[in-house]
């Protein structure tokens, strides 16, 4: 197998770290193989979208998740570094409410596997950052919720000094106990 599956404390988000092969030239490795992803994940897996974004040191995006068509999401750093969240939304789980984070960079080539049911959201550490996500459905503009990234009852510990750089709809987030996730 050419990646290594590692559990995180919601073992449904996993961290996928590809075998990196390299010499003096520099190095090449598979960033996604579906045949090893789905025996990773154990479930077939069909991604129908790619997502690129750039962002700037102090960025946050997220927490976001569809109420219909919901997205389970691989997602990657080509550039920079990230701290990528995933927060458990789903009503009937005993990790309701509950978070995972893990550093994602060029550098460590981490990937982090969020399904459905999981909200999602990360926060720029580095000056910028390129992050990449494939996707199980599709946007529907009309059908994504975003959670407060900063719901105290939530308690993300994210490791940024000073408050974020949000986008309208992020800084709008609703805390996990006013939202609608059905």
Known sequence: ???????????????????VFGDARG???????????????????????????????????GLHFQVKHPQAKLVRVVSGEVFDVAVDI????????????????AENKRQMWI???FAHGFAVLSETAE?????TDYWFAEHERCLLW????????????????LAAKDAAGRPLSELSID
């Open 150 to 165: 900063n719901d105290p009852n939530i308690g993300i510990e994210w490791p940024i000094q000073s408050e974020p750089i």
């Open 90 to 105: 789903r009503t009937d789980s005993p990790n309701f409410g509950k978070w995972v984070g893990e550093r994602l960079s």
């Open 115 to 117: 399904p459905t049911g």
């Open 27 to 61: 190095y090449f490795f598979e960033s996604f193989n579906a045949r090893e992803f789905s025996e990773a994940v154990g479930e077939a897996v069909k991604f129908v979208q790619d997502n690129h974004s750039l962002s700037v040191k102090g960025v946050l995006r």
């Open 1 to 19: 197998m050419k990646i290594t599956v590692n559990p995180t404390s919601l073992h449904e988000v996993k961290i996928i770290e590809p075998k």
């Open 131 to 135: 992050f990449l996500y494939k996707t």
